[in-house]
């Protein structure tokens, strides 16, 4: 959950919690699904296993923070994915049926539905995981019942008329939670100071200056990782990268001599953060700039510099996006239809649209 618990002080819960609980309802599905005359062979219920196991195991130290700062056009699926290839190779291709899965490439859609889809084991189990080690209990979806209600139709994932309002509540859920929790602004502007941090950082360390650090952070600070450098090498030191690294290296970092990367590691480890606020239309470019000149002449920074503490961005929630994947629901009658047009329940064409937010970030006043 990345700088989350600066919010909410019990999410300290890892991916390793998460990978273990998406599998346990993985093993649920393939249950109740079987008990339904759903033919999963042997072969296809390991894979599965192996699937959602490791579908985050490209995950970085604070999660995404790391997918915008030490390395370049990749995210952590990209980095999962070559994990995954990578283990096979060690493993004599004992996972060729789980990495076709969790492409999308093996005949039987529903199998890869049910690792990463609308209604995946991955939602199914971080939704209700996340709400209770938060406190927030909008996300405590019914994951049983969701699990109860799933049925395959022609290869294809479905949700029999009875879960209608299961799945209600989790898309519910879902917006609720990126809103409170996934996209609350503390956690939000946090995130972006250590993208920053770790940006800086690396602009230095590349310009000559030496900053401290562990080993597996000081390769990725001193070279520009991309997809086609992530080889058996790189994958083994980027596998060595932990929250501590990171946590260390910014504790270290309040104490350099650049003004930009010990400020904005004081701002983290100490929590004092950028101001933010939100809005519901674009940031003006004027009032941005006015922004950077009061920085710049306050700290005496460059453009540049400034930027580094007055930036604008955007985030955007849609819990729910038919034309990418629509849930399907099995009709009493046999028949089947999309859930906006199953459910009386207006809400949910709302929650099929996106709603995309403005921010500003800039420092604080002075008292």
Known sequence: MGLSYLVFPGAHHTRFHHALGSMYLMQRAVRVLRYKNVDISNEEEKALYAAILLHDIGHGPFSHAMEHSIVSGLNHEDISLIFMKHINEEMNHELDLAIAIF?????????????????????????????????????????????????????????????????????????????????????????????????????????????????????????????????????????????????????DWQNQDDFVLKELSRMIINRDLLKIKIKNKKIKGERLQKYIEQVKNEYQLTDEEAR?????????????????????????????????????????????????KFYICFPKPKL
């Open 103 to 251: 492409k999308g490439d093996y005949h039987r859609k529903f199998l890869h539905q049910m690792v990463s889809g609308q209604l995946d084991m991955d939602r199914a189990d971080y939704l209700k995981r996340d709400s209770f080690y938060t406190g927030v209990p909008e996300g405590n979806v019914n994951s049983e019942r969701l699990i109860s209600m799933m049925h395959v139709v022609d290869d294809q994932l479905v949700i029999e008329e009875k879960g209608v309002y299961s799945i209600e509540k989790f898309l519910t859920a879902r917006r609720l939670m990126y809103w409170q929790i996934y996209l609350h602004k503390t956690s939000l502007v946090a995130e972006q100071l250590m993208i920053r941090a770790l940006q800086r950082a690396k602009s230095l360390v590349q310009g000559g200056t030496y900053l401290s650090g562990s080993k597996a952070l000081q390769f990725f600070l001193k070279n520009n990782i991309s997809q086609n450098d992530f080889d058996e090498s790189t994958l083994n030191i980027y596998a060595q990268l932990d929250d501590y690294d990171i946590i260390s290296a910014l504790k």
């Open 308 to 356: 580094y503490f007055v930036f604008t961005g955007e985030i955007s929630n849609q819990a729910y996006d038919k034309k990418k994947e629509a849930i399907n629901i099995l009709m009493e009658n046999g028949k089947i239809s999309e859930i906006t047009d199953t459910s009386n329940h207006l809400h949910l064409k709302v929650l099929a649209k996106p709603v995309t």
